[in-house]
């Protein structure tokens, strides 16, 4: 049972890693390291099972909740080129122009 | 089971390195970079080392893509045609796995209980470490006491890093904030 999730996994990871490394556009490379952060959970839970030691359940958890943040940074230096940028737009810059 | 998921890892892991090696865009080397550390991690908790792998995919696929990705706002990111030939890299390459794997030669396999630390090193700690150290968590008394010089030039070399790392990053990024008001000025 759990030999099967694991083969799954490892078929996805392998797919997702294909689509990173083929591209084309990099939101394929963003979508692949995405998804391949939610294998690497799914990876780290199934094996604890599969080894008959579930001990490190809670590292996948943590695993879970720092997986959004390279995300986050590839996405938001996509849209506005610099990860200083508040997404605001700065007032003196009105009056300056 | 445990060596399929042992050679799947590492041919995935191969392949990713030889695919950042290959890649001309730099964006896109940092995002399969980040999937290096993933897979590192997932490396290290087969080896039953989970406070490697936590760090390896905190560090590894949080923090360095962030910094990556800082550094390449600064500079551009397509990466430049190599002038030279890449033969000497890879020879140099080659002899420095070549010499890596022939010192794994001596060591002794995963979880062998005749290895030395398992003979002498561990029990001597759990036996000796409630009186010696007395703290209660055996984990504790090794990082804090035993070896704790070790812990402290941890520390001091992780606190250079990112004091170096500030210094690189926000300097740069101050010298182009000025600059944007000088032209601002001039304006």
Same mark, same amino acid.
């Given at each position: 049972?759990?030999?099967?999730?694991?083969?799954?996994?490892? *078929?996805?990871?392998?797919?997702?890693?294909?689509?990173?490394?083929?591209?084309? *556009?990099?939101?394929?490379?963003?979508?692949?390291?995405? $998804?391949?952060?939610? $294998? *690497?959970? #799914?990876?780290?839970?199934?094996?604890?099972?599969?080894?008959?030691?579930?001990?490190?359940?809670?590292?996948?958890?943590?695993?879970?909740?720092?997986?959004?943040?390279?995300?986050?940074?590839?996405?938001?230096?996509?849209?506005?080129?610099? #990860?200083?940028? *508040?997404?605001?737009?700065?007032?003196?810059?009105?009056?300056?122009? | 089971?445990?060596?399929?998921?042992?050679?799947? !890892?590492? +041919?995935? !892991?191969?392949?990713?390195?030889?695919?950042?090696?290959?890649?001309?865009?730099?964006?896109?080397?940092?995002?399969?970079?980040?999937?290096?550390?993933? !897979?590192?991690?997932?490396?290290?908790?087969?080896?039953?080392? @989970?406070?490697?792998?936590?760090?390896? %995919? +905190?560090?590894?696929?949080?923090?360095?893509?962030?910094?990556?990705?800082?550094?390449?706002?600064?500079?551009?990111?397509?990466?430049?045609?190599?002038?030279?030939?890449?033969? !000497?890299?890879?020879?140099?390459?080659?002899?420095?796995?070549?010499?890596?794997?022939?010192?794994?030669?001596?060591?002794?396999?995963?979880? =062998?209980?005749?290895? @030395?630390?398992?003979?002498?090193? +561990?029990?001597?700690?759990?036996?000796?470490? @409630?009186?010696?150290?007395?703290?209660?968590?055996?984990?504790? %008394?090794?990082?804090?006491?035993?070896?704790?010089? =070790?812990?402290?030039?941890?520390? %001091?070399?992780?606190?250079?890093?990112?004091?170096?790392?500030?210094?690189?990053?926000?300097?740069?990024?101050?010298?182009?904030?000025?600059?944007?008001?000088?032209?601002?000025?001039?304006?």
């Amino acid at each position: 049972m759990f030999a099967a999730a694991m083969i799954a996994i490892l *078929t996805t990871m392998a797919l997702a890693l294909f689509r990173a490394a083929l591209g084309p *556009t990099v939101f394929d490379r963003v979508m692949a390291m995405n $998804s391949f952060g939610t $294998s *690497t959970v #799914l990876f780290i839970a199934v094996l604890g099972f599969l080894n008959g030691r579930p001990d490190f359940l809670d590292l996948a958890l943590v695993y879970a909740l720092i997986n959004f943040i390279a995300t986050i940074a590839v996405l938001k230096y996509f849209k506005y080129g610099d #990860l200083a940028e *508040t997404g605001r737009r700065d007032p003196s810059e009105d009056t300056a122009s | 089971m445990n060596w399929v998921i042992d050679i799947v !890892l590492l +041919a995935l !892991l191969m392949f990713t390195a030889v695919t950042i090696a290959r890649l001309r865009g730099l964006f896109s080397a940092a995002i399969v970079a980040g999937i290096y550390s993933l !897979l590192g991690a997932c490396w290290m908790s087969v080896l039953d080392q @989970p406070d490697v792998a936590f760090t390896e %995919a +905190a560090v590894g696929a949080g923090i360095s893509t962030v910094l990556i990705l800082v550094t390449l706002s600064l500079t551009t990111s397509e990466e430049k045609e190599p002038k030279h030939t890449p033969l !000497l890299p890879l020879v140099v390459v080659l002899i420095t796995g070549a010499a890596l794997i022939y010192g794994t030669i001596d060591m002794p396999r995963l979880g =062998d209980p005749q290895a @030395p630390t398992n003979l002498h090193v +561990a029990p001597r700690y759990i036996e000796e470490s @409630p009186h010696e150290i007395g703290v209660p968590n055996l984990v504790t %008394a090794v990082l804090a006491s035993y070896r704790g010089y =070790d812990t402290l030039g941890e520390t %001091a070399v992780i606190l250079t890093a990112g004091v170096g790392v500030m210094i690189l990053l926000g300097g740069a990024r101050r010298r182009r904030w000025r600059a944007d008001d000088d032209k601002r000025d001039r304006a």
